[in-house]
């Protein structure tokens, strides 16, 4: 009997602002999980996250946004990076479990404020990663353009934001956008980027994407 493919764990629950983009990227996400091979689970269910966690090789939280886990969730995915699980968070992911200090730190940073939906460039500052080495220097991009409450510490950034390239940023010339690091067990990435559903039909996102699901799994 062959082994059962790893599998991978997509959590879509919102009990704040809720994307109009989830169902696209939730279409993405299953796609590239297949093509690597993943059997893929997607719930906004806590109880049926809950349960998964202590099967999977990585857990996206695609979106979320408010208070979304239970305290047997939080639990699992406690024991998840503890036990070498990968984390994946994008885009409305560091708008998510304010009141739990964990999160925070797993996540390393949370959400401030963003201006209008518009182009710009991202600075892509490490192309040694499986996320961003198929990117130029320099990455246009729609987006909404995260500002955090601060500046991830202790993680790997990636990318950032140009601000004048667009209207609006407030973190100044050192402005992150796109990070990972492994002080929580397992390996954790992060991209800000993704608020449209055109973006999970960019081929440049969704290797992005693959890079960052890659890495998480242990992969890159």
Do not use: N
């Not at 409305?92 to 996540?107: F, M, Q, V």
């Not at 100044?172 to 990070?179: F, I, R, Y």
């Amino acid at each position: 009997m062959s082994p059962r493919p790893p599998r991978l764990v997509l959590y879509t629950r919102t009990t704040a602002y809720r994307h109009e983009s989830i169902p696209a990227g939730v279409e993405a996400v299953e796609r590239l999980a297949a093509e690597e091979e993943f059997a893929a689970l997607a719930t906004e269910d806590p109880a049926a996250l809950e349960h998964a966690l202590g099967s999977c090789a990585v857990v996206v939280f695609l979106s979320t946004s408010g208070e979304v886990l239970t305290p047997g969730a939080r639990a699992a995915l406690r024991a998840h990076m503890a036990g070498g699980g990968g984390f994946v968070g994008i885009h409305a992911a560091a708008c998510t479990e304010y009141d739990w200090p964990y999160y925070g730190e797993l996540l390393g940073a949370r959400f401030a404020r963003h201006p209008a939906l518009q182009p710009g460039t991202v600075t892509v500052t490490d192309r040694a990663h499986p996320a961003t080495r198929h990117l130029d220097a320099r990455w246009h991009f729609t987006d909404e353009w995260y500002d955090f409450r601060a500046a991830p510490e202790g993680v790997r950034v990636l990318a950032g934001a140009d601000e004048s390239s667009y209207d609006g940023g407030g973190m100044g010339p050192a402005h992150p956008l796109v990070w990972c690091h492994e002080r929580m067990g397992g390996p954790v990435f992060y991209t800000a980027l993704g608020h449209t559903a055109e973006s999970f039909a960019d081929p440049a996102f969704l290797a992005h994407l693959r890079g960052g699901i890659r890495y998480a799994a242990g992969r890159g």
